[in-house]
């Protein structure tokens, strides 16, 4: 059956992350409403005619936001399209925007999935990437979902954070896993160009982790996350059995999507394309009825490009890439097709084939940039 996610971008924040370079907004409550009203025309507007089998609501912060309007966006949807009766719909909240009022508004309109973002369990590193919360803030939002019923909860952590160490990790590590949730996120800090993080590089007010000891940090998580029953489906993701993020999943394996909101990507027919990232244009834009002046495309795949990243967002997965599954879409066999490619990075050790698999090696899992530039 045919995959279609839908993703809506809420960018609204309390205050941005020193690290965050996404398009989001702290502070801008007099044009919220009016960039629901334009969310809600641009859904209206669109047609798709295949089930939507998951909703992700990301951000900035989604629950920043008053809950009504994550509400009617859910309701709008469901009302506008064939929404799968089991979809996955997932809110990405933050401690210190929450309450039970919201929690408890998000259960009845069908959101079953949360994913609550934490970074890590020392208060003074929080502090220092800009977070708004502390440690036990966190524990307060994650007993709050947890007593409302939702079952499927995410926690996002992130490692080679300033002044962390590895003892650091371990740490936060023990403490999440106490909590029992279904699903742990663990992402490498990027110092993206422009963020409030990279100046304090520059001027030497905080040191970055060397790459060995983040490598170190990765693989002590991947240990202890696969001891205590995770299991390591996706290079930066960790589930217990059966709770797999859909949504994630669905992208690495070039599903179709479609974004709503302003800088929303979408993923259609081959095509990738995006809303532009100036809100008041995208505002104004909507106002004015002139949809397609918010849509930005990036890339019309042929069908060579479109075989290259099926195999790089393939090896996302730790599964690897179906050589089976590969030759039913492209009626070729990837083996033959990328031969030069996978020669080469078997013979470095960064890739192996085993079955019907092309997969990373642990070795290639630490040089997964160096993989992915070979097929592109």
Known sequence: MDRFGIYIHIPFCKKKCNYCDFISFSCAQNIIEEYFNCLISE??????????????IGGGTPSYVDSKFIVEIVNKIKNKFKVDENCEITIEINPGTITKEKLLDYKQSGINRISIGLQSSNNIILKTIGRIHSFEDFIDTYNLVKEIGFKNINVDLM???????????????????????????????IIEEGTPIQKMIENKQIDLVREDIERRMY?????????????????????????????????????????????AHSYINCKRFNNI????????????????????????????????????????????????????????????????????????????????????????????????????
């Open 219 to 263: 693989w002590k998580a991947n240990e202890i996350l696969e001891h205590k029953g995770y299991k390591h489906y996706e290079i930066s993701n960790y589930s217990k059995k059966g709770y797999e993020s859909k949504h994630n999943l669905d992208c690495w394996n070039q599903e179709q999507y479609i974004g709503f909101g302003v800088a």
């Open 43 to 56: 859904i209206e507007i669109t047609n798709i005619n295949k089930k939507i089998n998951t909703i992700y």
């Open 277 to 376: 990232n100036n809100i008041e244009q995208y505002i104004n834009n909507i106002k004015n009825k002139d949809f397609e002046k918010n849509i930005e495309i990036n890339e019309i795949q042929t069908k060579e490009l479109q075989e290259k990243e099926y195999m790089i967002l393939g090896l996302r997965k730790i599964e690897g890439v179906s050589i089976s599954e590969f030759e039913r879409k492209f009626r070729i066999n990837p083996l033959f097709y990328f031969r030069f490619e996978i020669s080469n990075l078997t013979n470095k050790g960064l890739i192996e084939i085993d079955l019907d698999k092309i997969r990373l090696t642990k070795r290639g899992l630490d040089f997964a940039n160096i993989v992915f530039e070979e097929f592109i």
């Open 159 to 189: 490692l080679a954070l300033p002044t962390q160490t590895e003892d650091d990790l371990v740490e936060s590590l023990d403490k999440v896993i106490k909590l029992s949730p279904q699903h742990i996120s663990i992402y490498s800090l």
